[in-house]
């Protein structure tokens, strides 16, 4: 695979997977638990998709030397990571919310 195919693989997961994380983020703040556990799933997806191609890199199939792109696609895939973790822990906090919303009602 060109290096070039990987780069741009590693970008479309890692912002899918930034997608799909804030729209689970989105749902849970209107109260849609479910809907935010389908969009945190489909974030997972994206990013093993992406770490696929991460892999790649890291056990030497291109024989290039990394350069300013690769690092930056890289970047961006552990960037969605973080935020994807991040995500998961405020739903968690809204579901705690929820919960308690509805004990005081």
Do not use: C, W
Not at 9 to 15: E, F, Q, Y
Not at 52 to 77: C, K, M, R
């Amino acid at each position: 695979m060109e290096l070039e195919q990987i780069i741009y693989n590693l970008v479309l997961h890692g912002g899918n997977a930034r997608g799909e994380a804030y729209e689970a983020l989105d749902a849970a703040e209107k109260g849609d638990f479910e809907s935010a556990e389908k969009h945190l799933e489909k974030a997972d997806e994206e990013f093993y998709a992406g770490h696929d191609y991460q892999n790649a890199l890291v056990q030497g199939e291109q024989s290039e030397t990394p350069n300013f792109l690769v690092i930056h696609a890289q970047d961006q895939l552990m960037t969605a990571l973080a935020e994807k973790n991040l995500i998961r822990r405020l739903i968690d906090l809204y579901k705690r919310l929820d919960a308690l919303e509805k004990k005081v009602k």
